[in-house]
């Protein structure tokens, strides 16, 4: 059963920065591709980044675009989210996923991760 661990929310004005920390056990790592989801109150989780599990390749929500950067290393079993320029509509809490890897392909949909970590609740005041 594969763990996660996330780390690093807190509460920041708009324009600071702020990095997540996963932390996973119980599994190789480097077999997992992952991911950074988030929910906002009231709003559906929806997809913000992910990473291949060689981290050869990454995809970004629109919405994060240019302001976040998603990094991985396989041999401290951790993946961060670096956020920058964070906004009011980025307050939300920030869940960390991982699914095993099949092809050097970003998976965005929520419904392909298996394994979800208990979120780390970030809020930004403007």
């Known amino acids: 059963q594969v763990q996660l661990v996330e780390s690093g929310g807190g509460l920041v004005q708009a324009g600071d920065s702020l990095r997540l920390s996963c932390a996973a056990s119980?599994?190789?790592?480097?077999?997992?591709?992952m991911s950074w989801f988030r929910q906002a109150p009231g709003k559906e989780r929806e997809f913000v980044s992910t990473?291949?599990?060689?981290?050869?390749?990454?995809a970004y929500a629109d919405s994060v675009k240019g302001r976040f950067i998603i990094s991985r290393d396989n041999a401290k079993d951790t993946v961060w989210l670096q956020m920058n320029s964070l906004k009011p509509e980025d307050t939300a809490v920030y869940y960390c996923?991982?699914?095993?890897?099949?092809?050097?392909?970003?998976?965005?949909?929520?419904?392909?991760?298996?394994?979800w970590g208990q979120g780390t609740q970030i809020a930004v005041s403007s």
């Open positions: 119980r599994c190789p790592f480097s077999n997992y591709d």
């Open positions: 996923a991982a699914t095993l890897a099949c092809q050097e392909t970003p998976i965005t949909t929520m419904t392909s991760y298996v394994y």
């Open positions: 990473i291949t599990w060689s981290g050869g390749s990454t």
